[in-house]
């Protein structure tokens, strides 16, 4: 059973333009933005625009085009910010953060792109 989904989060207030975003890139089902605290140079979050709350929800209920859309999306603003190892960049982490042990603020699902900088190792020993 999905978590209810809850529809006055920020994401969805900002997917129905009632909060400005700074939009990276948008499509039919996705809509990317700069997040607005950027924990790295690029700090973009891509959030499919349908109510899903984490990434299991998005994989088990999505259709096919929202998903292949949101995934290339994703590795379009990767390439375009020059990230892509495999085209000269210096790297980057994709993150998707999901619940109480995922200390996910928003629940609405996304991805966070990170690059830019050195971003040290991927987790702290808790
Ligand atoms: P989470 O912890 O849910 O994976 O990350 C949520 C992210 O959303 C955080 O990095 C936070 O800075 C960002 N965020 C929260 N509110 C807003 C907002 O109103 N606008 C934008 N652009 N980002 C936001």
């Avoid at 790297?91 to 830019?116: C, F, K, M, T």
């Amino acid at each position: 059973m999905p978590l209810a989904y809850d529809d006055q989060n920020i994401f969805a207030r900002i997917l129905r333009g009632e909060i400005p975003n700074n939009t990276v890139a948008e499509t039919e089902f996705t809509l990317a933005f700069n997040d607005i605290s950027a924990q790295a140079p690029v700090h973009v979050l891509v959030v499919p625009k349908g109510a899903y709350t984490c990434h299991d929800d998005f994989m088990a209920n999505a259709s096919d085009e929202e998903i292949l859309d949101f995934t290339r999306l994703t590795a379009r603003i990767i390439a375009d910010k020059g990230l892509s190892p495999g085209q000269g960049g210096e790297g980057y982490r994709v993150i998707g953060n999901a619940g109480r042990d995922g200390v996910q603020e928003v629940p609405h699902y996304h991805l966070h792109i990170l690059g830019g900088r050195p971003l040290g190792r991927m987790l702290e020993k808790g």
